[in-house]
T-cell receptor, first 111, second 115 residues
């Protein structure tokens, strides 16, 4: 299948450790944010979203933090597993119409 | 419903030929999006529809590109007179816009290679 993100920033973690993936967004008017995971040869898969009236949201093993002051978004993955290996994209939306994607971060999980 | 379907998955064509991609969204979704993704990059927005109305087009969508969603269900993206720079993965997504949330569900993509 197609390899996604050959030259992306890479985060390498050991299985069982926590992972933190960071993202800086550009538009102060953005009020909706979303994280996607993309495996090689597949389309992006939804992980978690957050609206600008929140600063934290938790899902199953994942937490998204939003800091609007510095326009920063992070994705925390607890107890990282080999199946979490993928490229992760943050996306922002100023009016809940289209999503604008960032460059992405490759997460590599080692046993 | 099996999610968003795209066809074909792979297309190899010669420069100057026309190509058409089809997207079948999730049936209850009212919005449909087209994105383009090249190696090492995030998806780039091309255009989106709400029902059959095309609401926004990116300036990336040159006059060689046209997208339609004639009955508010499936959509087609046509590229005329393809160029090597058109080689990319073309992703379709659909969503059901809710108050304050717009989770796009993506298809697996149609990969275009222009020789």
């Amino acid at each position: 299948g197609e390899s996604v993100g050959l030259h992306l920033p890479t985060l390498s973690v050991q299985e069982g450790d926590n992972s933190i993936i960071n993202c800086a967004y550009s538009n102060s008017a953005s009020d909706y944010f979303i994280w996607y995971k993309q495996e090689s040869g597949k389309g992006p898969q939804f992980i978690i979203d957050i609206r600008s009236n929140m600063d934290k949201r938790q899902g199953q093993r994942v937490t998204v933090l939003l800091n609007k002051t510095v326009k920063h978004l992070s994705l925390q993955i607890a107890a990282t597993q080999p199946g979490d290996s993928a490229v992760y994209f943050c996306a922002e939306s100023p009016r809940t119409d289209k999503l604008i994607f960032g460059t992405g971060t490759r997460l590599q999980v080692f046993p | 419903d099996t999610g968003v379907s795209q066809d074909p998955r792979h297309k190899i064509t010669k420069r100057g030929q026309n190509v058409t991609f089809r997207c079948d969204p999730i049936s209850e979704h009212n919005r449909l999006y087209w994105y383009r993704q090249t190696l090492g990059q995030g998806p780039e927005f091309l255009t989106y529809f709400q029902n059959e109305a095309q609401l926004e087009k990116s300036r990336l969508l040159s006059d060689r590109f046209s997208a339609e969603r004639p009955k508010g269900s499936f959509s087609t993206l046509e590229i005329q007179r393809t160029e090597q720079g058109d080689s990319a993965m073309y992703l379709c997504a659909s969503s059901l816009l809710l108050s304050g949330a717009n989770v796009l569900t993506f298809g697996a993509g149609s990969r275009l290679t222009v020789l």
